[in-house]
C-alpha cells in the first residue's frame, strides 16, 4: 500500500500521474505560488509549504482518496509530508518533483491552462 501510517512513501511521476488520471489520489502541490503559476500538474490543488507550516489545512481527500504531494524536486514535498504524517495525515510525495515529472513528458500548464514551465 502506498499510503502507510506515517505518511513517508514515495512514488514516481508516472505513478502520480496514473493515480491521478485514475482518479485514485488528490495530488497537492506544495510550491509557492509564482512557481505554481508558471507551471503546474494539470488538476493540482496548490497549498505552499509556508501554508502549510503556519497550519493551514489541507484539503480533503473525498472518497478515500490518497494525498500524493509535489513540489519543484521533492524536498519540500518530503517536508510536508513529515509535517501531515505529524497532524495524522497520510500522504505519499513524489520524487524529482515537477523538475522529473516535466521530463518525463508528463502535462504541465500554467496558471492560464497553456503549456507550463518549470521553474
Known sequence: MLFSPGGLGRILPAQAHRMIQECTAVLLDVR???EYQAGHAPGALHVPLSRLAAGTDVPGSPNGRGLVLLCRSGNRSQQAA???AE???ESVDVTGGM?????QGLPVQDAHGQAG???
Open 32 to 34: 509557492e505560488a509564482d
Open 82 to 84: 513529515r509535517l501531515l
Open 87 to 89: 497532524r495524522g495525515v
Open 99 to 103: 523538475i522529473d515529472w516535466a521530463e
Open 117 to 119: 514551465t518549470v521553474i
